[in-house]
């Protein structure tokens, strides 16, 4: 890809995508890398080819080399090879069934069993055993993730996270014999994409990025504005929970995630994570 070709693929995406007139400088460098960050979709349907093990191992390993807080390292990835582990896991999420299709499966899991140990081969008191500790390696295991995300997108891999691995994470954790002190924080569905799937749009720059600090603004105002955008563009394929809360004249953004939000889900998430032997005060 040229540079020219790049400066407006990124214009193209990202005015799709926010809604506003980009000029891109084609000498800026580096834009070819930039265009596939700017053009991200989610993927959800693959061909039936497999990956190498050796390919997965590089991305994995070019995931890894990501920012750690403090380097303490505390991602591992599961690579859920597995058809009987990984069926286990998909049973939990009844309603994403095309997660078995895909051809590889991951599991991005926050380990903080490490830490403690250190503290204990070192006879170091571990007087920091509180929410951070959590905070830390979930915060580390979303940088690899989107960072696999990333190196699998540059080889020409698609990829879709699956945080609904949570919903039941006592099975999870028992299917793949998470250790004390390790959780899931996402699967990831890997493959050669069937389909180039879309650009989906996002609140506009004006809502999301800050100059400074926050001031006085007009929220409502620009979440219905991205709402009429979205259905403009975008807009739902069906409406949730129909049964519960009727069909709704004009279905945008904010009611699709009201209704997803009005069912309680991973209420026990704390609890779960809190018997794998982390303090969340
Ligand atoms: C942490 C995380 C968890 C996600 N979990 C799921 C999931 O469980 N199922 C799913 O189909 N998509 C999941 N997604 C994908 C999002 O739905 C997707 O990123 C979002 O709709 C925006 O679409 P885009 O990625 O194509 O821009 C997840 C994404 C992230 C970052």
Redesign the pocket.
């Known amino acids: 890809m040229t540079q020219q070709t790049a400066a407006r693929a990124i214009a193209a995406a990202l005015e799709e995508r926010f809604g506003e007139t980009f000029t891109v400088d084609p000498q800026t460098p580096g834009l070819p890398a930039l265009a596939e960050i700017a053009s ?3 993927h ?1 349907r693959f061909l039936p080819r497999p990956i190498s093990p050796e390919l997965l191992r590089l991305l994995c390993a070019c995931a890894l080399s990501a920012p750690s807080k403090s380097d303490l390292q505390q991602c591992d990835i599961v690579i859920v090879g597995d058809a009987t582990i990984r069926r286990t896991i998909v049973d939990t ?1 009844p309603d ?1 069934p095309w997660i078995m299709d895909a051809p590889a499966f991951l599991m991005f899991v926050g380990n903080g069993a490490r830490l403690p140990l250190a503290a204990k081969l070192r006879e170091k008191p571990f007087p920091n055993d509180h929410l951070d500790q959590f905070f830390n390696a979930a915060v580390d295991a ?1 940088i690899v ?1 989107a960072t696999f995300m990333r190196a699998a997108a540059a080889v020409g891999l698609g990829s ?6 949570r919903d039941h994470p006592r099975i999870v954790s028992a299917a793949l014999r998470l250790p004390q002190r390790t959780f899931p ?2 699967g990831l569905c890997v493959g050669w994409p069937a389909e180039a ?1 879309a ?2 749009p996002r609140l506009s720059l004006a809502t999301t990025v800050v100059e400074n600090a926050y001031g006085t603004r007009d929220v409502l105002g620009e979440i219905d504005a991205y709402d009429r955008r979205r259905a403009a563009l975008r807009p739902y394929r069906r409406q949730r929970s129909v049964a519960r809360w009727g069909e709704a004249k004009f279905y945008g953004w904010s009611e699709d995630k009201a209704r997803q939000y009005a069912e309680p889900t991973r209420t026990d998430f704390g609890a779960f994570v809190r018997g794998k032997g982390f303090c969340l005060d």
């Open positions: 991200h979709r989610s959800r999420i994403m979303a993730l879709c996270p699956i945080s609904a691995v924080v996402a799937g650009i989906t």
